[in-house]
């Protein structure tokens, strides 16, 4: 959507850490989000954080909120084969709905 | 613990013959639910939400409409098929933290 925006791909050694980078212009938004689509399937919600927060850690998955540049990100460490998705970010501000970005497609090469 | 369904999974369709996908979701009672549209190698557009038995929302003027006859079930429909409707659609359901859990999807293709 027009309110979320990433990178379209991001190709990436097995291995090495990935960082999927994100904007968003609404300075409202309460929560943001990282889906995870695999081909032919639906999205799967990975992690996600609350505004008064910086950081999010959660196994080999870190989220990076800079609320100031309106700037979100997601590292992968250790990238593996099955991390090669498309990865969306999104946010909600408003009461009933999630805004995504168009998502970054993510190629883990061996 | 919820659970979101979708069906059909695949469908293909000529233009200008109607349309039924329908969403059920257990273990949850009065859920948000959403109609997303998600074109090849595109992002997801909303389509409907529906906070209620009867209640649905229009984010896009487009050949769909969107029923919810029941508290759990969400259907999204069209009477003539267009070469645009192409896509694949996703049903999802919200959690009071914004939260959304998404089916599985319904792969449409129009000939």
């Known amino acids: 959507g027009e309110d979320v925006e990433q990178s379209l791909f991001l190709s990436v050694r097995e291995g090495d850490s990935s960082v999927i980078n994100c904007t968003y212009t609404?300075?409202?938004?309460?929560?943001l989000y990282w889906y995870k689509q695999e081909p032919g399937a639906g999205l799967q919600l990975l992690t996600y954080?609350?505004?008064?927060?910086d950081m999010k850690q959660d196994q080999r998955l870190t989220v990076l909120l800079n609320k100031k540049d309106k700037h979100l990100s997601l590292r992968i460490a250790d990238t593996q084969t099955g991390d090669s998705a498309i990865y969306f970010c999104?946010?909600?501000?408003?009461?009933?709905?999630?805004?995504f970005g168009a998502g970054t497609t993510v190629t883990v090469r061996a | 613990s919820q659970t979101i369904h979708q069906w059909p999974a695949t469908l293909v369709q000529p233009v200008g013959s109607p349309l039924s996908l329908e969403c059920t979701v257990e273990?949850?009672?009065?859920?948000?639910l959403y109609w997303y549209r998600q074109a090849a190698g595109r992002g997801l557009q909303l389509l409907f939400y529906?906070?209620?038995?009867?209640?649905i929302s229009s984010e896009v003027p487009q050949n769909l409409s969107a029923s919810r006859p029941q508290d759990r079930q969400f259907i999204l429909s069209s009477k003539k098929l267009l070469l645009s409707d192409s896509g694949f659609y996703l049903c999802?359901?919200?959690?009071?933290?914004?939260?959304?859990?998404f089916g599985e999807g319904s792969r449409l293709t129009v000939l």
């Open positions: 999802a359901w919200r959690t009071s933290t914004g939260e959304l859990f």
């Open positions: 609404d300075s409202s938004s309460t929560y």
């Open positions: 954080i609350f505004s008064n927060m």
């Open positions: 999104a946010e909600t501000s408003r009461d009933y709905k999630l805004s």
């Open positions: 273990g949850t009672s009065n859920p948000n």
């Open positions: 529906s906070v209620g038995i009867g209640q």
